[in-house]
């Protein structure tokens, strides 16, 4: 089955400077990558998806890269700021079947 | 995004008691629902795929007859987490799927067992 990984486990960086979080799948066949912010005691929020058939996708301060040769796929997070310290969690799937996890990325804004 | 109710978000109970949490889509139906259990600090891990009108698919490990699944219409699913005991305390959350594959989570429920 699939198997994803993600790095780091923990980052911190200084309020305005950039984050990036990575992950590595192992299914070619997975076509379907989301990324989710979870803030403490709260649910996790889609804060971004992308699929196979595209290699980059930017909203506002947030992006995320897809490599599908090299099976893996980036979040960057620029001109971070306080409220974006959470959470995150980098997914991957094939149609119809269920969303694997890595294991998160506690990321701190330092003010 | 879709809008994904949880209840409860708390639950105390003493050992050896049945607990059922609920999931509701409440803007769109969910022929399928998805059941997690997450531990503190930790990530997301996938105990069951519930489909509307059949049985649900468990994952390796998760004891069907201890945490029983019911997706009895498009937009509830019910977990109940029968004779339960301290290691059972967990946070459950429940999450249902678009048609164009975006997930979207339930509030969770904290569930502690004493």
């Known amino acids: 089955g699939e198997n994803v990984e993600q790095h780091p486990s923990t980052l911190s960086v200084q309020e305005g400077d950039s984050a990036v979080i990575k992950c590595t799948y192992s299914?070619?066949?997975?076509?379907?990558f989301p990324w989710y912010k979870q803030e403490l005691g709260k649910r996790p929020q889609l804060i971004i998806d992308i699929r196979s058939n595209v290699g980059e996708k930017k909203d506002q301060r947030i992006a995320v890269t897809l490599n599908k040769t090299a099976k893996h796929f980036s979040l960057h997070i620029t001109e971070t700021q306080p409220e974006d310290s959470a959470v995150y969690f980098c997914a991957a799937s094939k149609r119809n079947t269920p969303l694997v996890f890595g294991k998160g990325t506690r990321l701190s804004v330092i003010a | 995004g879709a809008v994904v109710s949880q209840h409860p978000s708390r639950v105390i109970c003493k050992s050896g008691t049945s607990v059922k949490i609920e999931c509701r889509s409440l803007d769109f139906q969910a022929t399928t629902m998805f059941w997690y259990r997450q531990f503190p600090k930790k990530s997301l891990m996938l105990m069951a795929t519930?489909?509307?009108?059949?049985?649900?698919?468990?994952e390796q490990g998760v004891e069907k007859d201890k945490f029983l699944i019911n997706h009895a219409s498009l937009t509830l699913s019910t977990l109940t987490v029968t004779s339960a005991h301290p290691e059972d305390s967990s946070f459950y959350i429940c999450?249902?799927?678009?048609?164009?594959?975006?997930?979207?989570f339930g509030s969770g429920t904290q569930l502690s067992v004493l």
């Open positions: 999450s249902a799927r678009l048609v164009n594959e975006k997930l979207f």
């Open positions: 519930s489909n509307e009108g059949s049985k649900a698919t468990y």
């Open positions: 299914d070619s066949a997975s076509n379907y």
